[in-house]
């Protein structure tokens, strides 16, 4: 199965754009899953948080998935075109990467 | 001379004592020194208290509190060390077993919630422990309830700054002893020099240098690695524990690939391989410890396993099946509860059909030599939790890695801050001065693609270094290796200012092949078969082995060096 990935990028302060990555999938993997694969198989430089893989225990890859708020370790991949941007309401850091610390766990130079 | 933007932006950040990640036991050293009366910095590379192994775990907890049953640390070191098959380091292992029951009362003060019964502490029986002497949190939820207890003790101590995203670079030294670290910043892309009188590290296992794995995506061993280039020594990096039956398949997410040990043990699930037949009786040995319910400890199930799946009978996507439905189903949601909704969710129904697991790196036993104060040959670097090698031996018994985190944390916290209490800070810009070069020399390129390199060390650990050796297979290793080092090459890759993933793959991989050169060389040099570490080409246990190995690293080169265990000696 293949399904598109529409990943919205960019960095803060920069017209965001939309750039798409086909991916095969079996049936079952995450959206996770295929953001990783687009990372080794054809853009290294896309950037989103991650940290447990599988476990949903970090809660680090909240996103917005086709206009909604969820994880994308539990969101399955599906044919056909999926949306995925960063959380509307917290700052851009690039790509799908926001500022989600708690505000005393950030760096304050 | 002129400065470069790196060393122009670098933020700087003092305290008295460092402590490098955020799992269990880096929050307890955290905590444990700021009691000690020092001050703390408690950084991460991912967010604080999320990622790391803690989190992940949801099995049990082993200490002799003695509340299912009478008990003494020293049954529960017996146990430790006779799992550790003759290499645990009994000062270490001692640790562990004596300051346990005390965490373990600790962390219920402060409201983890250990699942009781009958107004007691409940304790499990676990493979190789003589009695019922695990604790958990009900229902799988023993990491999250550990991390959020921990992370609660901390938002209420005024003296642990806390700070994510820090990647650590190096260990900052003066005079060959610890004075802070060099670091990145991931949001912003600076560079970060943080002095200290002491530095911890609590950077977890390596089991993210394999393939399939029960780890974060950031256990790839950094810490073993920071340890190295400071001077200190790895112990037992051949020791690598696979857990038997990780999950497999079909695809399961939102849940610990390691789910299943506590489905098997409360509700006795069958391995059956291809034929549907149980096969474990099949590799029971004489030193194999069954305790009524498991057949074969971890390391004996993985070999199993293996076999089976060798000898043409696993199950479809290459493992074995494991199967309830001999199980009523309302036991199993008695059992279960709420996980079984989550299962159901994943399309699995225990009833109605096996699932089918395979062997999974879970554990490293090896890790950084430290004395039984937790600190390393290197004065003011410490290390704790797994990160810790040598108390475990060549085999470590379920339930003592979350036992270790708070033991280890709290000894290493409470050491540390009482030398940065007595000491002065030995920081000094020039400390910072080669990992700092080393970022700035940073370039952009486009290849190699270093997530696909990333994925390639995986494949190659796990097909060539994995639970079951040979010197063929580990040669070949040593020398894919050795290209993969030449491929990454030796100035760093970035693609983009802030958040960078090409430069962290980068410095992840720096530290990552030096770590799985690290458990080569020692797998290939011990020809025997020991606990976690299997040679097809010396299977027995050969007694001139009784012996440690040691890694040190001097002028870019691994040394590997053999001493006996350290021993607590008669009266112990």
């Not at chain 2, 400065?3 to 490098?20: F, G, P, Y």
């Not at chain 2, 001692?94 to 373990?104: F, I, K, S, Y």
């Not at chain 2, 610890?178 to 089991?207: D, E």
Request: proline letters at 5%; glycine letters at 10%; a negative charge.
């Amino acid at each position: 199965m293949r399904t598109t990935l529409a990943i919205q990028r960019g960095t803060f302060g920069e017209p965001p754009r939309v750039e798409s990555f086909d991916v095969d999938f079996e049936q079952g993997q995450s959206v996770l899953d295929g953001l990783r694969a687009v990372r080794y198989q054809t853009d290294p430089s896309l950037a989103f948080r991650f940290s447990c893989i599988n476990a949903n225990a970090c809660k680090e890859c909240m996103m917005l998935i086709d206009g909604k708020v969820d994880y994308a370790c539990t969101v399955r991949l599906r044919e056909g075109v999926m949306a995925l941007a960063p959380l509307p309401k917290k700052a851009l850091i690039r790509d799908l990467v926001t500022e989600i610390a708690p505000p005393d766990e950030r760096l304050r130079p | 001379m002129e400065k470069s933007a790196v060393a122009d932006n670098a933020v700087h950040v003092e305290t008295d004592v460092l402590v490098i990640g955020s799992g269990a036991s880096g929050m307890y050293a955290a905590l444990e020194a700021a009691r000690a009366g020092a001050s703390v910095v408690l950084v991460d590379r991912s967010l604080i208290g999320r990622g790391g192994a803690t989190v992940m775990a949801q099995m049990t907890v082993a200490a002799a509190l003695g509340e299912q049953t009478p008990d003494h640390w020293q049954h529960h070191l017996s146990d430790t060390l006779m799992a550790g098959r003759g290499l645990c380091d009994e000062h270490l292992a001692a640790l562990l077993c004596e300051d346990g029951p005390r965490r373990l009362r600790e962390m219920d003060d402060w409201k983890v919630g250990w699942a009781r019964e009958d107004g007691h502490i409940k304790q499990a029986q676990a493979p190789g422990h003589d009695r019922p002497r695990c604790a958990y949190v009900d229902f799988l939820s023993t990491g999250p309830a550990v991390s959020r207890t921990l992370r609660s003790q901390l938002n209420a101590t005024d003296d642990v700054r806390r700070i994510g995203e820090i990647l650590i670079v190096d260990i900052a030294l003066r005079d060959g002893e610890a004075c802070g670290a060099t670091a990145l910043h991931l949001p912003t892309g600076r560079a970060v020099t943080l002095a200290s009188k002491a530095v911890i590290i609590a950077t977890g296992g390596l089991t993210g240098l394999y393939r399939r794995n029960s780890a974060s995506s950031n256990m790839g061993g950094d810490g073993y690695a920071l340890a190295l280039r400071a001077g200190a020594e790895l112990i037992d990096m051949e020791f690598v524990q696979f857990f038997p039956i990780g999950h497999l398949a079909p695809r399961l997410v939102g849940m610990d690939p390691i789910m299943w040990d506590p489905f098997r043990y409360k509700l006795g699930g069958r391995l059956l391989n291809a034929e549907m037949r149980e096969f474990e009786q099949d590799y029971v040995t004489e030193d194999s410890r069954s305790d009524g319910r498991y057949v074969l400890t971890r390391d004996l199930a993985t070999y199993a396993i293996t076999r089976e799946v060798e000898a043409g009978r696993g199950s479809p996507a290459g493992g074995a099946y494991l199967s309830f439905q001999h199980v009523p189903e309302a036991e199993i949601r008695r059992a279960f509860g709420p996980v079984v909704d989550r299962l159901a969710a994943n399309g699995i129904d225990l009833v109605s059909g096996p699932v089918e697991v395979a062997p999974i790196a879970h554990y490293h036993m090896g890790g950084v030599r430290a004395d039984e104060g937790l600190q390393t040959c290197v004065p003011g670097l410490y290390a704790c939790g797994e990160a810790v090698g040598g108390a475990n031996g060549a085999n470590r018994l379920s339930g003592n890695a979350i036992t270790e985190a708070f033991a280890f944390g709290a000894s290493a916290g409470r050491n540390a801050a009482q030398r940065a209490v007595r000491g002065s800070s030995l920081w000094s810009p020039e400390a910072a001065c080669s990992a700092l070069e080393l970022l700035r020399s940073a370039e952009r390129r486009d290849a190699p693609n270093l997530a696909a390199v990333v994925v390639e060390l995986k494949a190659l650990m796990a097909d060539r270094v994995g639970p079951f050796r040979n010197e063929q297979k580990l040669r070949s290793a040593v020398q894919a290796i050795e290209r993969l080092k030449k491929d990454i090459g030796i100035f760093p890759a970035s693609s983009a200012a802030k958040f960078d993933p090409v430069l962290v793959d980068w410095l992840d991989l720096r530290n990552m092949l030096l770590v799985a050169q690290s458990v080569t060389m020692a797998a290939l040099a011990r020809t025997e078969s020991r606990g976690a570490h299997q040679r097809e080409d010396y299977p027995a246990l050969d007694d001139d082995w009784l012996l440690n190995q040691v890694i040190s690293l001097s002028k870019g080169r691994l040394h590997l060096d053999r001493r006996a265990p350290s021993t607590r000696g008669a009266s112990g």
